[in-house]
């Protein structure tokens, strides 16, 4: 996670990480009579029947006897006749099921296909063209056959979009030209999360820029971090091999540089550039420790302003590493740099140490964190979520009294927000918490 996670970590707060867990059988409607659905559980042989009949694949990947919204899926529409009508006339159908409570005749060739595919959440529906290439991801949709089959359809124009890119991609060789446009066609396939499925032009910025003149090669490997870390396999060594290779490239340009105020200049340039790629996403610039310490070394009494900048974000490396010691320092470095939370740096520390103490349950401690660095310092980016955090905390602690304010304010700022939503149904509780509190205490008198 980008370190910036540890400012919003306590959104948690509100809203508890949904996995979808293992649940009851949903209760289907009986499904109406179809047209005798060719669901094939192979892979392979779906593949082949799609390129004989010049049909697109629709692959649906679930979890038959725990995932409840592939359930739903299932009964809400891919078991509806109408459903199964209309799609059998586009697609060759593929259900590749990974049960949990009972045996799966393709486990092993299933895995590697889930694997191959990158798929981690139950369900994805992947649809390809006939030659097996994916153009589209998506899952479930509440609606039934008539959201559904719009929906898919919705994603037919990007076979289109996809043959240009690969048209395109042919042609190009000029890094200082083309690796601008390579990189559009990155960021397209990775927001329409195909880009694990559809390489070549991920490959190509990186092939485009050998010695990273104009900073392709750099970015490309940074892409290939995303992709390794967010993969089914979460392949960590592929990922820390990648970390390697950024951190010699940006190293060496350092070194080139000459100086150490021009070699500060060109990890700056870098990290920013690696920061924009991976934009509120696993942080690479916090996986780079080895990089990051090199601009504490550089410039050890923060002239360049550079070891503030990027403080929380060694912060970060050093507890990604375990390195507790290493931590503590850094923890304490923040503090004397950004006393007056001047850079943003102090507010991002705070709510990283009330996000731990919340964990242990130590609500009152937490709040008092939060409530430390208001009395003393002004936030930069990130007062709504402190003051939800203090809030919360506080109420948590059973001291609805001091709770209120916090809650109150955010209301002001941000009367619309999910915060402030919140925020006036926990004041209701406070509220009526006090009447009762009034009411038992006149009936004891």
Known sequence: KEFRLFSIGLIAF???????????AYAQEPAAPAAEPQWVEDFAKAAE??????????????????????????????????FLDEVQKQFVLCRL????YKQSPNKEANEKTRAAFMVMAFPTVLLLDS???????????????????????????????????????????DPKADAPRIEEMVKTLLEWEILASRPAALDKLYAIDPDNAVGARLRAVAYRMILAISSHSRDRAAFDAMK?????????AAEAAGTPEAGLQVIDAELSRLKAVNAGKES??????????????????NKAGLKIKYAADLLFAMINDKDEAGAEAQK????????????????????LEANEMFRAKKFAEAAKCIDD?????????????????AGFCFWRAGDGARAVPYFKRIIEMQPDSEFAKRSTEILRQIEEAEKKKEGGEKQGE
């Not at 509100?14 to 009851?24: T, W």
């Not at 991801?137 to 043959?163: C, I, M, N, W």
Request: contains cysteine; hydrophobic residues 40%.
């Open 284 to 301: 690479l610039v916090g996986a780079l420790r080895e990089l990051l310490a090199k601009v504490s070394e550089l410039d050890p009494e």
């Open 332 to 351: 304490k470095t923040i503090r004397e740099l950004d006393p007056k939370n001047e850079s943003g740096q102090l507010e991002r520390l705070v709510l």
């Open 131 to 173: 030659e097996a290439k994916v153009y589209a991801k998506t899952g479930y949709v509440q609606g039934g056959p008539a959201a559904y089959l719009p929906h898919l359809k919705s994603f037919a124009e990007r076979k289109d979009k996809l043959a240009e890119m690969d048209k395109a991609l042919a042609g190009m060789s």
């Open 373 to 389: 660095f208001f009395a003393a310092c002004k936030a930069k980016d990130d007062e709504i979520t402190l003051r939800w955090a």
């Open 97 to 100: 099921d990974f049960p949990r």
């Open 14 to 24: 509100v809203f508890s990480a949904i996995c979808y867990p293992a649940s009851p």
């Open 244 to 252: 390697k290779e950024i951190t010699g490239i940006v190293l060496k």
């Open 49 to 82: 029947a799609a390129k004989e009949q010049k049909k697109d694949l629709f692959v649906n990947f679930c979890g038959s006897d725990w995932c409840v919204w592939c359930q739903r899926l299932e009964g809400e529409v891919l078991s509806k006749k109408e």
